[in-house]
């Protein structure tokens, strides 16, 4: 399988692939990003050495099994690849015209986007019916789910594939609609949203309503903690989208989240967001 895209969930995605006994493919931009996913590859897999959850001989094949290029022409034999780039459909659009013409024909090109419509994608290509969406949630090595997403060109055998691609990586593969959000983003953000203008109205500080999210509802992690883990500006842009679907208030991105964008305090990327990291 091939994967374009070199940052965390480009990794992530190849280090389970991996894992799991596929030959992984890596296009990154850059040589230096490209051998950034072979370094987080293997911090990870050193970690897990580390507490004994994976023997150093299973971390060399793992890791024998990822190879790294900057050429998408590397990818011309894969049978499945899924591109993890930033979420703009018109960089992704651009890419799939470009993986339909170096893949070859029997390819499955799917996209990890988390909001943004497949059949759009599928549509720059020759190939609509071998396009879908297989969604891996962040951190790829740890969420279990995958959401397999249908576009209405895809067919049955490709989504077929696409599941049976996920169950052999070890998650659990939900089809969903190609509706912006699909399941899980469509009911997570309004809520993440609507922290924040909890938090804007003065209702309690951040970590109060994180500490109360946290406690009252058995939440690993509280809404600002995991705004700024997913990024401020990834959380608009999925905001966007799901507005411009649906037009529904709840979509609408509180005012606090576009400041601290503009004010590039996008959480732990940037070490600013709600929280200050790395002090």
Same mark, same amino acid.
């Given at each position: 399988m091939g994967i374009v895209g070199s940052g965390i969930m480009g990794a992530g995605i190849a280090e389970v692939a991996a894992a799991h006994g596929y030959e992984v493919v890596v296009r990154g931009r850059s040589q230096s990003s490209a051998e950034g996913v072979q370094a987080t590859v293997t911090t990870s897999l050193d970690r897990q050495v580390a507490k004994g959850r994976c023997s150093p001989d299973d971390r060399d094949a793992i890791l024998r099994r990822v190879s790294v290029t900057?050429?998408?022409g590397a990818l011309s034999d894969v049978d499945l690849v899924i591109e993890t780039v930033v979420e703009e459909l018109?960089?992704?659009r651009h890419l799939f015209v470009e993986l339909d013409r170096v893949c070859n024909e029997r390819a499955l090109l799917a996209t990890n986007t988390s909001t943004l419509p497949v059949v759009e994608l599928a549509m720059a290509t020759d190939r609509p019916a071998q396009v879908c969406g297989i969604h891996f949630f962040n951190p790829a090595t740890a969420m279990p789910l995958v959401e397999v997403v249908r576009p209405i060109t895809a067919s049955a055998e490709t989504v077929a594939a696409a599941c049976a691609f996920a169950e052999q990586c070890?998650? #659990? &593969?939900?089809?969903?609609?190609?509706q912006a959000g699909f399941v899980v983003n469509a009911l997570l953000f309004p809520y993440l949203n609507h922290a924040v203008r909890l938090f804007e109205q003065g209702v309690a500080t951040k970590e109060g309503i994180d500490t109360a999210m946290r406690g009252g509802c058995g939440f690993p992690m509280g809404p600002f903690a995991l705004l700024d883990l997913v990024g401020l500006d990834t959380s608009v842009a999925i905001l966007d989208a799901l507005y411009d679907e649906h037009? #529904? &208030?709840q979509y609408a991105a509180a005012p606090l989240l576009r400041r601290m964008v503009a004010a590039e305090q996008l959480g732990r990327k940037t070490g600013h967001g709600f929280y200050r990291y790395g002090e």
């Open positions: 900057t050429d998408v018109a960089v992704k070890g998650k #659990e &593969p939900v089809v969903v609609k190609d037009r #529904e &208030p």
